[in-house]
């Protein structure tokens, strides 16, 4: 038989913690729809966000362009050793092959001459010392013998300076690898920013890059003071290359980071200057005093000096600014300065 007993009703306490809690939770849930619009970061503030990721990726762009030059050179380097060690073995073959045909002659005639002794001895200094002074050879098959060891020492010297350069190449292809992925993150972390903005925000960032390109490129520019004859030729030079984009680690032609240019423009005004811009620091004279300043001298910027650009006159550079632009005009007051070099 069916129970008809009524369900036991929960007791006023209950009813009031159940109701305190779903009223939490509504104004909790009220709360957090209310505050994520807010938590979104503004165009302005992931401009600025993006901007300073920029600005490392540049620095540690900076340190890749070193990496890779001190790369380029250990391997011609490397490559000038492994050369003069081939050149050196085949001497010493040679003369080796020339005492090995006396060594034949002499065993044929039932005689081996001291020298050849000397040559296939295990201890040959110690035997040229004795050999030396009990005057058994002759001055000609001692002077021999020692180009003989002389080449020896220097080919195994080349061989160890080899060993040691092969070693800082890996450790410097490492380190490049490492700078590499770090610009990498930068740019892909600007780029997650970036993707946070409407396609209005994204439009009107564009149209902004876009301007100070189209703004650059009209600049009128009556230089303050004259350029000197191979500034001057690096200065034209860059000119030409106005509106061409910055890519990290592009030394041109259809690309360049900030050094990248300015060492293209001396080298095609027949100045050879470092590739990195805290290398180009130090490529020449510094001038501490912007109303100093000639057109075609490099000018540094930032405490660290990881940018550098051209002095263009009228309080303007010349310069590869960062990603996202293209070689341009810009105000020298944009960056923090910090002197000029003049090459």
């Not at 034949?104 to 005689?111: H, L, P, S, W």
């Not at 220097?154 to 700078?179: C, F, H, I, M, Y």
């Not at 650059?216 to 004259?226: E, F, N």
């Not at 034209?236 to 984009?245: D, N």
Request: with cysteine; aromatic share 6%; charged share 25%.
């Amino acid at each position: 038989m069916a129970s008809h007993r009524r369900p036991k009703q929960p007791s006023r306490a209950r009813v009031t913690v159940l109701t305190t809690a779903a009223a939490a939770a509504v104004a909790l849930s009220a709360n957090a729809a209310n505050a994520a619009p807010s938590e979104k970061p503004s165009k302005d503030e992931v401009k600025a966000k993006v901007d300073k990721l920029y600005e490392e990726a540049e620095q540690a762009t900076e340190k890749y362009d070193g990496a890779k030059e001190k790369q380029e050179k250990l391997q011609k380097e490397i490559s000038t050793i492994q050369d003069n060690v081939a050149r050196g073995q085949q001497d010493l073959n040679e003369l080796r092959d020339s005492m090995g045909l006396a060594a034949a002659a002499q065993y044929r005639t039932g005689t081996l001459d001291p020298s050849v002794q000397l040559f296939l001895s295990s201890d040959p200094d110690t035997y040229l010392d004795k050999a030396s002074t009990m005057d058994q050879l002759s001055a000609q098959q001692v002077a021999a013998l020692k180009k003989i060891q002389e080449k020896q020492r220097e080919l195994a010297q080349e061989r160890s300076e080899a060993s040691e350069k092969l070693k800082d190449l890996a450790a410097t292809r490492t380190e490049l690898g490492k700078k590499k992925q770090e610009v990498q993150a930068k740019l892909a972390e600007a780029q997650k920013l970036l993707n946070t903005l409407t396609a209005q925000e994204k439009a009107a960032l564009a149209a902004e890059q876009a301007r100070a390109s189209r703004d650059s490129g009209r600049t009128a520019l009556g230089p303050t003071s004259a350029a000197s004859g191979r500034a001057g030729a690096a200065y034209s030079w860059a000119q030409s290359q106005i509106g061409k984009p910055y890519v990290y680690g592009a030394d041109g032609p259809s690309s360049y980071d900030c050094s990248g240019l300015t060492m293209q423009a001396y080298a095609h005004a027949g100045i050879s200057i470092p590739r990195t811009s805290q290398a180009q620091a130090n490529a020449g004279t510094r001038i501490y005093s912007k109303s100093q300043l000639k057109v075609g001298d490099l000018v540094i910027f930032y405490s660290d000096y990881h940018h550098v650009a051209l002095y263009a006159g009228n309080g303007q550079v010349l310069h590869a600014p960062r990603t996202g632009t293209v070689v341009r005009y810009e105000s020298i007051g944009n960056m923090p300065f910090q002197f000029g070099v003049r090459i």
